[in-house]
Each structure stands twice: as C-alpha cells, then as structure tokens.
C-alpha cells in the first residue's frame, strides 16, 4: 500500500485546519513575559511570549489593540487571552491575542478555568438543557445598571423593533464587590415573575469590572431559572462565566435586545400574507355559496310552483278518469253476467244447475279483480288528492300568507305585473281584501 505525499501547503493548511478546530486552543489563558514589541503603523501589535524554556510568537490586530488598557512593553508579566493558530506563508505556530492583562489577576483566572471545568463536568453548560426563544415575546425583563449608554441602547432597541413588549426593568449593581448578590437577588425577582424572557446585560469595561458576572453563584442561578434568560455583557470579546450557562449569549447588550425581539416590519409582512391568504379562502368561499344559492334558486319547482300544481292536477285528473271508467267497466260486466244468467235459467235450468258452481267462482273472482283495481286507484286518487292539497295556494293561504290578482284575475308575480293606481284584490284564509297600488320598492337579495 502506498503512503500518501503531501506538499508543503497542503500540510501546513491541515495543521492550520486542525489547531482552529481544536476547542481547547480556543479563547485559551497563557502567562507569560513580552519581548520583542512592535507596535505597527497598521495598529497591529507584534511581540513574543517567553517563559524560562520556550517562546511564541503573538499578534493582537488593530481592533483588539484599540481596546487594550495596558501600555505593553518588553519585559512586562502579562496574561493574555489568544487563539491558537498557524501563520501559513512561515508555517509559524502562533498566539493571535484577543485581550492583554497584567499578570497580578492570573490566580483568577486559574480559578475561574477551574469553575468552568467542574460546571461543564456537571452539564450546566450543555445545549440540552437550553430553553427555546419565545418567538413574540410580549413581556420582556431587563436586568442592567440604573443608568448607561447600555441599558437605554436596550430599550431603544426593544422599542424600535418590537414596540408591543412591555418592558419591567430590573436596576441593579453590575461591578464592585457587592454586585455578585445584588445580581443574584434580581435575578431570582425576576424570574418569580413570569416574563416571557430576561435579558442580563451590561455594557464594556474591564477585566476587573466584569468579573462579577464570573461568580459560580450567579451562573448556577442563571441555570436555575425557569424563565428563558439571554446574556449580553461587555463587547463581543467578553466571554463571562454566565454566558455559558445563559439560553443564549449576544456579543453586546444592543445584540442580545435584537436576538430577543422579531422585527415589527418582518411581522407587518407575515401578517399581509396571511390576510390575503384568509381573503382569498372566503371569496372561494363565499362563490360557492353563491353558486349553491343560483342553483337552488333556478329550481322550477320554487320559482314556478303553480305550474307544478297545475301538472299534479292535469294527472290526478286523469288518474280520476281512468278509475271511473274501470268501475264503469266492472259495473257493465256484471250487468251482462246478470243478463247471461237469466237467459241461462229461462232457456235451460238444467244446464244452469250445472255450470252454477262455475259461473259462482267467476263471478267472485271477477268481483275480488274489480274490488282490488277500485281499491288501488281509490289509494292512488287518495294520494294524488293529498299531493294535490299539500300544493294547493288556499293551503299557502291558510298558513298565513296571501295571493294578489289584479283586476282581470290574474295572479300577481312580480311588482312589475302592476303600475301605480291599479286596483288589487288579496286573497286571505277567510275572504277578499281590495287595495290600489300606491308605490312599488324593490328588495335587493
């Protein structure tokens, strides 16, 4: 099997790969002397970090080193939070420096890296635990200094993108040695009063001054909450103890009140889209309705009930004329049977003596035939009748309701069968009512 060759590039820019993806060389603490400082016209600075056996060399870009507070110089015992990471035209393994500290504060960190590490070991840091963001969050807390340039960028931002939120701000100590327990008090108010979310924030400063926000107290507070809390301290370089263990972390206070807040325009267009979407399922609903409507209003049997009635006649009438001719049918064949039988008995009663059995049962049967055609037709003409009265315009009269003939009888359809002045007769249950057309009004269905 043949080994692999790699070219000079190629490994440096694994190595590269490989130490940015390492999270234990990222946001690292090293101590150590400064030699070699350069502090360039790019506003870079450009030194090594020694110790009594090894040295490395560090860069601090211009962004960074604007916010440095220390006059770097050689020799000096700092403390500096870097980056590892290769330069790759050198294939030089170095220290791109984030913050620069004296080195009188180590022991903190050291301790602070110790609490970082027993907090991780027991899953407070973990994403599981994290609460989701309230997507329209419509009561904000604001847990910050009474004043500062931090806490109104908050609340103009809040105002600005999401002016629905009532806001509840909570004034508290955010430095000094009694603000760790004034934190801690505040937060715990807070979260005791249901806000959809709690912003924890704080504007830039030093080391020194952040350092409340590193208290192992206040991240296991923060962790105890029941209300979704975002942290928002210092500049985007900070990284304190509590934004680990926060449901989310913004770089800066201003960040952490956008995070929290939908912007109202975003909404305003959401909610455009969704009224067209309801506007267009009620017009499709509603033409159906009124589709519904034309066909059962085109259905004769509403719009020209009289008509209906007058068939329903027409055929009982005939029904009628049927029954009566098969009566009248029966009638002369039993006239004819009668006849028979008395010429039978003056011409031969011998023979009608014989053929009386016979002539008996035709006789039943044909009577049985022409009972049980009269009685279906006298059930057809019953049920024609009933038809027939269940239509019948003086039934409509009787329920309340009226028929309008003008002067030549004709019924009254539409008022544009009639103009002003012409004389009506209406028709109710229990007589005649004679009226004159004064006006006419249209009804818009």
């Known amino acids: 099997m043949s080994q692999a060759i790699w070219s000079i590039s190629s490994l440096v820019r694994y190595i590269k790969a490989s130490l940015d993806r390492d999270m234990n060389l990222q946001s690292i603490l090293i101590k150590g002397e400064v030699s070699n400082f350069t502090h360039h016209r790019s506003g870079h600075y450009y030194f090594t970090l020694k110790d009594n056996s090894s040295r490395i060399s560090c860069v601090m870009f211009a962004s960074n080193a604007r916010r440095c507070p220390l006059q770097i110089k050689d020799g000096m015992k700092v403390l500096v939070s870097a980056n590892v990471s290769m330069y790759e035209p050198q294939g030089n393994c170095q220290l791109y420096v984030l913050q620069v500290q004296l080195d009188g504060i180590g022991d903190l960190y050291m301790q602070l890296e110790e609490?970082?590490?027993?907090?991780?070991?027991?899953?407070?840091?973990?994403?599981?635990?994290?609460?989701?963001?309230?997507?329209?969050?419509?009561?904000?807390?604001?847990?910050?200094?009474?004043?500062?340039?931090?806490?109104?960028?908050?609340?103009?931002?809040?105002?600005?993108?999401?002016?629905?939120?009532?806001?509840?701000?909570?004034?508290?100590?955010?430095?000094?040695?009694?603000?760790?327990?004034?934190?801690?008090?505040?937060?715990?108010?807070?979260?005791?009063?249901?806000?959809?979310?709690?912003?924890?924030?704080?504007?830039?400063?030093?080391?020194?001054?952040?350092?409340?926000?590193?208290?192992?107290?206040?991240?296991?507070?923060?962790?105890?909450?029941?209300?979704?809390?975002?942290?928002?301290?210092?500049?985007?370089?900070?990284?304190?103890?509590?934004?680990?263990?926060?449901?989310?972390?913004?770089?800066?206070?201003?960040?952490?009140?956008?995070?929290?807040?939908?912007?109202?325009?975003?909404?305003?267009?959401?909610?455009?889209?969704?009224?067209?979407?309801?506007?267009?399922?009620?017009?499709?609903?509603?033409?159906?309705?009124?589709?519904?409507?034309?066909?059962?209003?085109?259905?004769?049997?509403?719009?020209?009930?009289?008509?209906?009635?007058?068939?329903?006649?027409?055929?009982?009438?005939?029904?009628?004329?049927?029954?009566e001719k098969v009566v009248s049918m029966g009638e002369r064949e039993r006239y004819k049977l009668n006849q028979l039988f008395e010429a039978m008995s003056s011409s031969g009663r011998q023979l009608c003596l014989e053929n009386r059995h016979l002539l008996s049962q035709i006789s039943i049967q044909l009577q049985h035939s022409v009972d049980a055609v009269s009685e279906a037709r006298k059930l057809e003409l019953k049920r024609s009748a009933a038809l027939l009265d269940a239509f019948s315009p003086l039934k409509v009269v009787a329920r309340g309701y009226s028929l309008t003939y003008d002067e030549n009888q004709h019924l009254i359809g539409s008022i544009n069968d009639v103009k002003n002045d012409d004389l009506l007769k209406i028709r109710v249950s229990d007589g005649s009512i004679l009226a004159r057309v004064e006006g006419k009004e249209i009804i818009n269905e």
């Not at 809040?158 to 004034?171: E, H, M, Q, T």
């Not at 350092?211 to 296991?220: D, T, V, Y």
């Not at 928002?232 to 934004?243: Q, W």
Request: charged share 25%; proline share 4%; with cysteine.
């Open 115 to 323: 609490i970082k590490r027993r907090l991780n070991a027991e899953g407070l840091f973990s994403e599981t635990h994290k609460k989701m963001l309230p997507e329209y969050p419509m009561n904000i807390g604001v847990i910050s200094a009474r004043t500062g340039a931090a806490t109104q960028d908050v609340f103009t931002t809040i105002k600005r993108r999401w002016p629905l939120a009532s806001v509840f701000f909570y004034p508290c100590l955010v430095q000094g040695k009694e603000a760790e327990a004034d934190l801690i008090k505040t937060l715990k108010s807070a979260d005791s009063n249901h806000h959809d979310c709690i912003l924890v924030v704080r504007g830039g400063g030093s080391i020194e001054d952040l350092w409340c926000f590193n208290s192992e107290a206040l991240a296991r507070c923060v962790y105890q909450c029941q209300t979704v809390i975002v942290s928002g301290v210092g500049h985007e370089t900070d990284t304190t103890l509590i934004d680990y263990v926060a449901d989310r972390r913004a770089p800066t206070p201003t960040a952490a009140a956008e995070l929290i807040t939908p912007d109202r325009r975003d909404v305003s267009e959401r909610v455009n889209v969704y009224r067209q979407r309801l506007q267009r399922s009620v017009a499709s609903q509603l033409q159906q309705c009124t589709q519904a409507y034309n066909r059962i209003k085109a259905n004769k049997l509403l719009s020209e009930p009289l008509n209906y009635i007058q068939n329903d006649a027409m055929r009982l009438a005939m029904d009628v004329q049927r029954l």
